[in-house]
């Protein structure tokens, strides 16, 4: 719906080290980032430093822009626009700010400020994952047409956010998180600590009894067999992110009935937490009579694999009549989900996102008025 859209909502994504100014228009960026260092360990620099990049990037737009939109860590109070609380990269934000009556104040602007997950998922539902995979349900023939999307970002914690029917899911208090569910094979331990950077390389340096200081992607090349080390734990590694991670898909799938895209740094090793991971979402639990139950109700499919789409897009129908007439109506009682990998990259799906999400405010807004 917005790809096409004229507007200019000016951008920001919000590091601890650095800030990255721009713009788009048509889910597009329309200038060349402008990059400047954070100074997040100084208030009146750090809001100093966004004040020179937002100018910057206005004084090279063609036309005024509609709004401001960007992703800021939290906690957070996202629809008031104030940050506060424990920000470990930011620590001049713990007293709270109202960084978004500031910007809207100094710019006459709207100013919109949610969190990374909201708007990853956000853009991957307007212009990523759940368009492209409409559009390729539609061209095999298949008949149904999805709306519900779990966006997970990948990477020093385990970023959630939700779209139902296209439209994005903030809940009441800006708050809906996985990340602090219940690890099921940490017990006592919140699932973040088996689904995050930090995961990988302890399960990685138990595993080996390595005690360097390793990156995901150096333990990467190891299992690739591209660097020294032990290949067969570092595959393991991952696949200890992929179970953990499954089991906290599971929960969420399980109460939203959605499809899942996911993205961040960490993809770039799906090789090796993909199986584990589906394996988790495919696998059953037990009744007290010793039946089998699925942990996801749904039929999950690897919607990156070809023959795997094409069933998850067909589907399974057949002719059911109509009681006491010659008629014969189309039913399809195969349950289906299924999980990709973000084509667009973390980084501008949240662009997108910030995009899409500011200027559906704005038509909302619009739209009460009249």
């Known amino acids: 719906m917005y790809q096409h859209d004229n507007r200019i909502v000016v951008t920001l994504d919000a590091g601890g080290t650095n800030f990255v100014f721009s713009a788009m228009r048509g889910c597009e960026f329309i200038i060349d980032p402008i990059t400047y260092p954070s100074n997040s360990h100084d208030l009146d620099q750090c809001l100093a430093t966004m004040v020179k990049g937002f100018d910057e990037v206005i004084a090279q737009l063609p036309e005024a822009p509609v709004a401001i939109s960007f992703a800021f860590p939290g906690p957070a109070d996202y629809r008031a626009g104030i940050i506060g609380g424990y920000l470990p990269n930011f620590p001049s934000f713990r007293d709270g700010v109202a960084l978004g009556p500031f910007l809207s104040e100094h710019y006459n602007l709207p100013v919109y400020i949610n969190n990374d997950g909201d708007l990853f998922a956000c853009g991957e539902a307007a212009a990523g994952a759940l368009p492209e995979i409409n559009r390729h349900v539609a061209e095999a023939g298949g008949t149904r047409k999805y709306g519900n999307l779990l966006g997970y970002t990948f990477g020093t914690g385990l970023g959630i956010g939700s779209v139902i029917d296209g439209k994005p899911n903030l809940g009441n208090n800006a708050c809906i998180e996985t990340y602090c569910l219940y690890n099921r094979y940490m017990p006592g331990i919140i699932a973040e600590e088996g689904s995050s950077i930090r995961a990988i390389k302890r399960a990685y340096a138990e595993l080996s009894g390595c005690t ?141 996102g910030a995009y899409v999400y500011a200027l559906q405010s704005i038509d909302a807004a619009e739209a009460a008025e009249e």
């Open 212 to 352: 360097d200081d390793l990156t995901p992607y150096d333990i990467f090349l190891i299992a690739e067999g591209k660097r020294e080390g032990n290949p067969e734990a570092a595959k393991e590694a991952f696949a200890r992110f992929g179970r953990a991670t499954g089991d906290a898909f599971a929960a969420a799938i399980t109460l939203t009935d959605s499809l899942v895209v996911v993205g961040g740094g960490l993809t770039g090793a799906m090789k090796y937490i993909k199986p584990a991971l589906l394996g988790e979402l495919r696998s059953t639990l037990k009744t007290m009579t010793g039946e089998d139950v699925n942990r996801v109700q749904p039929k999950v499919y690897d919607l990156d694999d070809e023959a795997e789409f094409n069933e998850f897009a067909t589907g399974a129908p057949v002719m059911i009549p109509v009681y006491g007439t010659s008629r014969m109506v189309p039913y399809d009682n195969v349950k289906r989900t299924g999980l990709i990998v973000s084509k667009l990259g973390a980084s501008k799906a949240i662009s997108i």
